[in-house]
């Protein structure tokens, strides 16, 4: 159902499907492919640090093909779906890999990659916008330890077609009715600071507290002093 452009170096395939909407060039659901993207960015504008093997992918469709979701939901959904593609492509028992809220995603404690969601209005009609980028292999290893691949150094020899294939197929499920109780509960299972002590940056402030796993709307729950909670819609998370 999804529509392929296959592209080859790209600045970043999540402008690339901007452009096209903004030129009224998708009418249907598409995806734009690249495993070399030199300019991707992810949540608030940061740099996505990419590897030698890596790809991206952006998914375009209307929003009216898909149920209305909390806009903070939309990154958890494409960030579980992601995963368990991940998973089935890599042999990987359910629940190896890991998310850290609200859009990072984790292997043995090492980011491999993330997810960037947002919503575009043009002409009229609003689009879902939904990218990810994955670190395939790093090769040599990255400066930064805290940066991880999902294949080792001697995996070279995937299969990209399978690959975009299974994580294809997994996005259709945007299209069927979401279970949102269903939802929490993937998202929790992964979270890998989920009933840990935490801080959270918002508005330029920090906020202290366990947390208390994703609610309704895709938000975060932070316990407070004296038994309060607050829950957060936007913002990074870090362990204390």
């Known amino acids: 159902m999804w ?29 734009f492919l690249s495993f070399d993207q030199f300019n991707g960015y992810g949540t608030r504008g940061k740099k996505w640090e990419k590897c030698k093997h890596s790809f991206a992918i952006t998914f375009v469709w209307p929003s009216s093909l898909s149920p209305k979701l909390s806009k903070t939901l939309l990154p958890i959904l494409v960030s579980i779906k992601t995963v368990e593609a991940l998973e089935k492509f890599s042999n990987l028992p359910c629940f190896t890999l890991g998310l850290k809220w609200p859009n990072d995603l984790i292997k043995s404690n090492k980011k491999i990659g993330g997810v960037i969601v947002q919503t575009v209005n043009y002409h009229g009609n609003e689009w879902i916008v939904a990218g990810i980028g994955v670190n395939l292999i790093w090769d ?70 366990k947390n208390c796993g994703i609610a309704e709307n895709g938000g975060i729950c932070l316990e407070q002093q004296k038994g309060s909670s607050r829950i957060f819609r936007a913002g990074s998370i870090s362990l204390l």
């Open 140 to 209: 040599p290893p990255p400066i930064n330890d805290y940066f991880g691949s999902l294949l080792k150094i001697n995996e070279v020899d995937f299969s990209k077609e399978q690959l975009i294939l299974l994580i294809s197929e997994s996005m259709k499920e945007f299209f069927d009715l979401v279970d949102v109780n269903d939802t929490i509960h993937q998202f929790n299972a992964r979270d890998i600071f989920k009933g840990k002590k935490v801080k959270i940056n918002f508005n330029k402030k920090e906020y202290f507290g």
């Open 3 to 31: 529509k392929q452009n296959k592209l080859k170096r790209i600045d970043s395939t999540q402008k690339e499907a901007i452009r096209k909407i903004k030129d009224r060039k998708i009418t249907k659901p598409e995806y």
